[in-house]
């Protein structure tokens, strides 16, 4: 069902004009370039100020006064394969059931790029893609599948950083640089090159922590790695110290973030400003990558033709509630950098409608002319960026005021749904019921430190409700919950007599070590537990979680 209705989707962006025709050759000509440009792991709250404070970030400056920023653009799932499933696809996690890392879009699915390319742009990858299924480590998966396990291990390295002592070392990612220069040597030839327009995609890794390897074999990525010349553009004084919770005030799903990204313990405050100022040191490279393809752009004489677009998969806690990495709803998390430039892009303006990554899909097909078709989960950008009608048909979908993000992965044992409205951001856990939901007012509370669900209930009530509408969320956790159970049963019988040895080994090593037989047993009685009725409901449609 899902398949029907997802080539459906691409039938009927492939509707209007057909390709080879006259209309169709003329439609190509008029549309601009486009380069998108999307990193890991940026906190877009640092694309809201100009100037930030805390670290230079001139190119993202530059897009700001040349371009459009939207200023509460939001990630559909804070973790990679997620995130860049529902971009790529234009749909919510839960229609796309890119549940975790491992589980994302089928290699051969029509992404935009390839609508855009059988209407006629030449198109182009480079660097980090990261959307389709059975990537990253057996850790990564198994401990996303057992998070319902009744037991606590701590899975990550202690966050730390690790200083390059030169001052004149730019490339620090030096894979990240390489693929900017292919993208680079790219678009050289591409300009050269005027019969078709061209859309260009770079993916880069940074500022995503680095791999600890001192943490063991399956070890995970918790190093923030930077040289001097990079931490010399980062303003010590102005990096904040995030305010904590005590660990007894927590939200449990939170608690069981911190403990298994192993951050519960004791951390200085010089510590924390170290891991904050290497992070944004980190951003400070991407910034200069991002200023490498901008500068190539404008060489060439291309900025006037081309639609620069930069985005990332999700933000990066650094410290903020006791965390690092992402996989949360909070804004360090959650929250994405988006900013557009280029030929009608309304110059220095900060839209600060809510938007998000499932809106890049009908983005890219309204730039080309394309005619957007109405069962994506996301709506053009340009109804708010554009200085123009691109496409009359377009303007006539109303944009939702309300985002949905949603986290299923690993170091969270619920799975998680965020609905952020003008100054609300409601987030409700698992059956809806199980699990206490989390009520935060961003106009007043930013930091997000005072959960006032309970506090408030007709306006969390009011929310729930609201979100309900949008997706039946208590059903796809049960959906969630039979797929992590599946899996791990499949996973388990694959190892055969090697399975003890396996799950020992994985990145909750040191901890499993230490009681393995209980650690097991946990798992036992979780198998062995009841399925839940959705578990006999084989014919799950596309329309069930709606
Ligand atoms: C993708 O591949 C699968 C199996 O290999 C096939 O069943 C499906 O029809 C293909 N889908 C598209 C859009 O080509
Ligand atoms: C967690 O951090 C502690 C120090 O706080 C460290 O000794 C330990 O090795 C870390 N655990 C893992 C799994 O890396
Ligand atoms: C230029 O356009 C032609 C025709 O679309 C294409 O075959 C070629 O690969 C393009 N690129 C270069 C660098 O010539
Ligand atoms: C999640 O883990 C925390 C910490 O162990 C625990 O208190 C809480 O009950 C767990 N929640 C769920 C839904 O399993
Ligand atoms: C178990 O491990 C051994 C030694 O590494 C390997 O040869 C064998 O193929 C493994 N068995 C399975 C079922 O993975």
Redesign the pocket.
Known sequence: MLLLWVSAVAASALAAPTPGTREHEMRVARAPNVVIIASDSFDGRLTLQPGSQVVRLPFINFMRARGTTFLNAYTNSPICCPSRAAMWSGLFTHLTESWNNFKGLAPNYTTWMDVMEKHGY?TQKFGKLDYTSGHHSISNRVEAWTRDVAFLLRQEGRPVVNLIPDKDRRRVMEKDWQNTDRAIGWLR??A??D??PFVLYLGLNLPHPYPSPSSGENFGASTFRTSLYWLEKVAYDAIKIPKWLALSEMHPVDYYSSYTKNCTGKFTEEEIKNIRAFYYAMCAETDAMLGEIILTLRELDLLQKTIVIYTADHGEMAMEHRQFYKMSMYEASAHVPLLMMGPGIKVNVQVPNLVSLVDIYPTMLDIAGIAVPQTLSGYSLLTLSSEASANEQTRKIPRLPWVLSEFHGCNANASTYMLRTDQWKYIAYADGASVQPQLFDLSSDPDELTNIATEFPEITYSLDQKLRSIINYPKVSASVHQYNRKQFITWKQSMGQNYSTAIAHLRWHQDWQKEPWKNENAIQQWLAAHPSPVAKDNKRTFLSYV
């Open positions: 030449q030839q591409e050269a090159n019969t078709k």
